[in-house]
Protein backbone atom coordinates (compact mmCIF):
# COMPACT_ATOMS: atom_id res chain seq x y z
CA UNK A 1 0.00 0.00 0.00
CA UNK A 2 1.18 3.35 -0.85
CA UNK A 3 2.47 5.57 1.72
CA UNK A 4 0.48 8.71 2.49
CA UNK A 5 1.44 11.95 1.33
CA UNK A 6 0.69 14.90 3.87
CA UNK A 7 2.89 17.22 2.26
CA UNK A 8 3.37 17.11 -1.82
CA UNK A 9 5.52 20.18 -3.68
CA UNK A 10 5.90 19.64 -6.79
CA UNK A 11 7.73 21.70 -9.07
CA UNK A 12 8.32 24.77 -6.98
CA UNK A 13 9.50 28.14 -8.07
CA UNK A 14 10.41 31.02 -5.85
CA UNK A 15 11.60 34.49 -6.41
CA UNK A 16 11.98 36.71 -4.11
CA UNK A 17 13.38 40.40 -4.81
CA UNK A 18 14.37 39.51 -8.03
CA UNK A 19 16.49 36.82 -6.87
CA UNK A 20 15.85 32.79 -7.87
CA UNK A 21 15.57 30.41 -4.71
CA UNK A 22 14.09 27.32 -6.06
CA UNK A 23 13.20 26.04 -9.15
CA UNK A 24 11.74 22.58 -9.93
CA UNK A 25 11.88 21.42 -6.32
CA UNK A 26 9.82 18.17 -5.38
CA UNK A 27 8.92 16.94 -2.24
CA UNK A 28 7.07 14.90 0.15
CA UNK A 29 6.15 14.19 3.20
CA UNK A 30 4.88 10.90 4.17
CA UNK A 31 2.29 10.65 7.01
CA UNK A 32 4.70 9.53 10.12
CA UNK A 33 7.62 9.78 9.62
CA UNK A 34 10.32 12.45 10.69
CA UNK A 35 11.46 14.14 8.01
CA UNK A 36 14.66 16.66 8.18
CA UNK A 37 15.40 19.27 5.62
CA UNK A 38 19.35 20.24 5.51
CA UNK A 39 21.97 22.43 2.68
CA UNK A 40 23.66 25.00 2.74
CA UNK A 41 23.37 28.81 4.17
CA UNK A 42 21.29 30.35 1.07
CA UNK A 43 19.47 27.24 0.21
CA UNK A 44 16.28 28.34 1.30
CA UNK A 45 15.10 25.56 3.68
CA UNK A 46 13.13 28.28 6.04
CA UNK A 47 11.69 29.60 2.70
CA UNK A 48 10.49 26.37 1.82
CA UNK A 49 9.40 25.92 5.45
CA UNK A 50 6.88 28.79 5.37
CA UNK A 51 5.62 27.43 2.00
CA UNK A 52 4.88 24.00 3.23
CA UNK A 53 2.75 25.70 6.44
CA UNK A 54 1.15 28.19 3.88
CA UNK A 55 2.67 30.96 4.89
CA UNK A 56 3.71 32.48 1.63
CA UNK A 57 2.89 31.41 -1.93
CA UNK A 58 5.57 30.45 -4.27
CA UNK A 59 6.04 32.11 -7.78
CA UNK A 60 5.17 28.71 -9.38
CA UNK A 61 4.65 25.16 -8.73
CA UNK A 62 2.40 23.18 -6.11
CA UNK A 63 1.51 22.62 -2.39
CA UNK A 64 -0.82 20.33 -1.44
CA UNK A 65 -1.07 19.77 2.31
CA UNK A 66 -2.93 16.91 3.24
CA UNK A 67 -4.30 16.70 -0.20
CA UNK A 68 -5.62 20.25 -0.99
CA UNK A 69 -3.67 22.30 -3.80
CA UNK A 70 -2.40 25.91 -1.39
CA UNK A 71 -3.58 27.80 -4.78
CA UNK A 72 -7.05 26.79 -4.85
CA UNK A 73 -7.96 27.38 -0.94
CA UNK A 74 -10.63 29.14 0.36
CA UNK A 75 -9.57 31.42 3.58
CA UNK A 76 -11.96 29.11 5.50
CA UNK A 77 -9.90 26.12 4.66
CA UNK A 78 -6.96 27.96 4.53
CA UNK A 79 -7.95 28.64 8.48
CA UNK A 80 -8.57 24.62 8.53
CA UNK A 81 -5.95 23.54 7.48
CA UNK A 82 -3.33 25.59 9.61
CA UNK A 83 -5.48 24.40 12.15
CA UNK A 84 -3.80 21.04 11.52
CA UNK A 85 -0.30 22.23 11.86
CA UNK A 86 2.23 22.93 14.75
CA UNK A 87 4.94 25.39 14.01
CA UNK A 88 7.89 25.78 16.44
CA UNK A 89 9.91 28.55 15.41
CA UNK A 90 14.07 28.76 15.65
CA UNK A 91 14.14 31.21 18.71
CA UNK A 92 10.29 29.93 20.33
CA UNK A 93 8.51 33.30 18.63
CA UNK A 94 7.37 33.30 22.39
CA UNK A 95 4.87 36.06 23.36
CA UNK A 96 7.56 37.75 26.18
CA UNK A 97 4.88 39.31 28.34
CA UNK A 98 2.56 36.33 28.80
CA UNK A 99 3.68 33.14 30.92
CA UNK A 100 4.55 30.10 29.85
CA UNK A 101 1.03 28.53 30.32
CA UNK A 102 -0.82 31.60 28.81
CA UNK A 103 1.67 31.41 25.77
CA UNK A 104 0.27 28.11 24.81
CA UNK A 105 -3.66 28.78 25.77
CA UNK A 106 -3.37 31.74 23.39
CA UNK A 107 -3.82 29.27 20.18
CA UNK A 108 -6.32 27.39 21.83
CA UNK A 109 -8.57 30.42 22.81
CA UNK A 110 -8.25 32.10 19.70
CA UNK A 111 -9.44 28.63 17.60
CA UNK A 112 -11.98 26.88 20.55
CA UNK A 113 -14.62 28.42 22.41
CA UNK A 114 -13.46 25.98 25.56
CA UNK A 115 -13.88 28.00 28.85
CA UNK A 116 -10.74 29.56 30.68
CA UNK A 117 -10.15 26.66 33.45
CA UNK A 118 -10.85 24.23 30.37
CA UNK A 119 -8.07 25.96 28.26
CA UNK A 120 -5.45 26.18 31.36
CA UNK A 121 -6.31 22.12 32.08
CA UNK A 122 -5.25 21.37 28.06
CA UNK A 123 -2.30 24.03 28.37
CA UNK A 124 -1.07 22.11 31.49
CA UNK A 125 -0.87 18.63 29.56
CA UNK A 126 0.57 20.16 26.71
CA UNK A 127 3.14 21.54 29.19
CA UNK A 128 4.16 18.12 30.34
CA UNK A 129 4.04 16.67 27.41
CA UNK A 130 6.66 18.78 25.98
CA UNK A 131 8.80 18.11 29.02
CA UNK A 132 8.41 21.04 31.18
CA UNK A 133 7.59 20.75 35.16
CA UNK A 134 4.50 21.82 36.38
CA UNK A 135 6.44 24.94 37.74
CA UNK A 136 7.46 26.37 34.26
CA UNK A 137 3.81 27.09 33.56
CA UNK A 138 3.98 30.77 35.54
CA UNK A 139 7.14 31.66 34.34
CA UNK A 140 7.79 34.79 31.71
CA UNK A 141 10.00 33.74 28.59
CA UNK A 142 12.67 35.34 30.31
CA UNK A 143 12.52 33.83 33.30
CA UNK A 144 13.48 30.42 31.27
CA UNK A 145 17.15 28.41 30.13
CA UNK A 146 17.19 28.22 26.65
CA UNK A 147 16.33 24.46 26.42
CA UNK A 148 12.97 25.47 28.60
CA UNK A 149 11.99 28.06 25.93
CA UNK A 150 12.24 25.36 22.93
CA UNK A 151 10.24 23.17 25.45
CA UNK A 152 8.16 26.34 25.76
CA UNK A 153 7.83 26.75 22.11
CA UNK A 154 7.39 22.76 21.48
CA UNK A 155 3.90 22.95 24.28
CA UNK A 156 2.41 25.81 22.12
CA UNK A 157 3.27 24.11 18.94
CA UNK A 158 1.17 21.17 20.25
CA UNK A 159 -2.11 23.26 21.90
CA UNK A 160 -4.13 22.19 18.97
CA UNK A 161 -3.31 18.80 18.23
CA UNK A 162 -1.29 19.43 15.13
CA UNK A 163 -1.06 15.94 12.77
CA UNK A 164 1.97 17.96 11.09
CA UNK A 165 4.61 19.40 13.25
CA UNK A 166 6.95 21.68 11.56
CA UNK A 167 10.16 22.38 13.80
CA UNK A 168 13.04 25.27 12.57
CA UNK A 169 16.36 24.69 14.11
CA UNK A 170 14.69 22.88 17.48
CA UNK A 171 18.48 22.27 19.16
CA UNK A 172 20.24 24.89 17.85
CA UNK A 173 21.75 26.42 20.97
CA UNK A 174 21.49 23.91 23.01
CA UNK A 175 24.31 21.75 24.87
CA UNK A 176 24.54 18.11 23.63
CA UNK A 177 22.72 16.38 26.94
CA UNK A 178 19.93 18.83 26.41
CA UNK A 179 19.64 18.36 22.27
CA UNK A 180 19.87 14.36 22.97
CA UNK A 181 16.99 14.56 25.09
CA UNK A 182 14.52 16.77 22.84
CA UNK A 183 15.27 14.63 20.43
CA UNK A 184 14.37 11.45 22.22
CA UNK A 185 10.66 13.61 23.72
CA UNK A 186 10.22 14.29 19.47
CA UNK A 187 10.35 10.47 18.59
CA UNK A 188 7.91 10.12 21.84
CA UNK A 189 5.53 12.18 20.70
CA UNK A 190 5.40 10.90 17.42
CA UNK A 191 4.67 7.22 18.59
CA UNK A 192 2.45 8.67 21.26
CA UNK A 193 0.56 11.37 19.34
CA UNK A 194 0.89 9.66 15.62
CA UNK A 195 2.57 13.01 14.58
CA UNK A 196 4.19 13.29 11.20
CA UNK A 197 7.52 15.66 11.98
CA UNK A 198 9.10 18.22 9.08
CA UNK A 199 12.30 19.91 10.94
CA UNK A 200 15.12 22.36 9.58
CA UNK A 201 18.14 21.28 11.52
CA UNK A 202 22.20 21.57 11.23
CA UNK A 203 22.22 19.43 14.38
CA UNK A 204 24.23 16.05 13.08
CA UNK A 205 23.36 14.20 16.11
CA UNK A 206 19.94 14.94 15.50
CA UNK A 207 20.06 13.67 11.60
CA UNK A 208 21.36 10.14 12.74
CA UNK A 209 19.25 9.53 15.70
CA UNK A 210 15.91 10.87 15.17
CA UNK A 211 15.06 11.08 11.83
CA UNK A 212 14.03 8.72 8.82
CA UNK A 213 14.55 10.43 6.17
CA UNK A 214 16.54 13.52 5.15
CA UNK A 215 16.33 15.46 2.11
CA UNK A 216 19.23 17.48 0.79
CA UNK A 217 18.65 21.22 -0.61
CA UNK A 218 21.40 22.72 -3.27
CA UNK A 219 21.02 24.07 -6.71
CA UNK A 220 17.93 25.44 -5.57
CA UNK A 221 16.35 22.00 -5.52
CA UNK A 222 15.92 18.75 -3.44
CA UNK A 223 19.65 16.82 -5.03
CA UNK A 224 18.45 14.02 -2.96
CA UNK A 225 16.66 12.58 -0.12
CA UNK A 226 17.15 9.12 1.57
CA UNK A 227 17.63 7.74 5.13
CA UNK A 228 20.71 9.77 6.50
CA UNK A 229 23.07 6.28 6.12
CA UNK A 230 22.69 6.21 2.72
CA UNK A 231 22.72 10.14 2.21
CA UNK A 232 26.31 10.58 3.33
CA UNK A 233 27.47 8.43 0.43
CA UNK A 234 25.61 10.30 -1.80
CA UNK A 235 28.10 11.15 -4.69
CA UNK A 236 27.12 14.78 -4.81
CA UNK A 237 30.07 17.25 -4.14
CA UNK A 238 27.57 20.00 -2.20
CA UNK A 239 26.59 16.76 -0.53
CA UNK A 240 29.80 15.55 0.31
CA UNK A 241 31.42 18.43 1.49
CA UNK A 242 28.33 19.00 3.73
CA UNK A 243 28.88 15.58 5.74
CA UNK A 244 32.66 15.11 5.62
CA UNK A 245 33.99 17.89 7.49
CA UNK A 246 35.76 17.57 10.42
CA UNK A 247 32.17 17.72 12.33
CA UNK A 248 30.25 15.31 10.16
CA UNK A 249 33.86 12.46 10.26
CA UNK A 250 33.58 13.23 13.81
CA UNK A 251 29.76 11.90 14.09
CA UNK A 252 29.57 8.89 11.59
CA UNK A 253 32.63 7.35 13.93
CA UNK A 254 30.37 6.54 16.81
Not at 55 to 78: A, I, K, M, Q
Not at 203 to 230: G, H, N, Q, S
Amino acid sequence: MAAENLVDVQDLETRLGGNLIHEHLNLNVERGEILAIVGGSGSGKTVLLRHMILLTRPTGGTVRLFGEDSRHTSPPLLRDLRRRVGVMFQHGALFTGMTVLENVCFPIAEHSHMKRGQREELGMLKIRLAGLPPEAAGKLPNELSGGMVKRAALARSLAMDPELLFLDEPTAGLDPVSAGAFDERIMELRELLGLTVVMITHDLDTLWTATDRVAFLAERKVVAEAPIAELVDTPHPEISGYFTGTRGRTRRSH
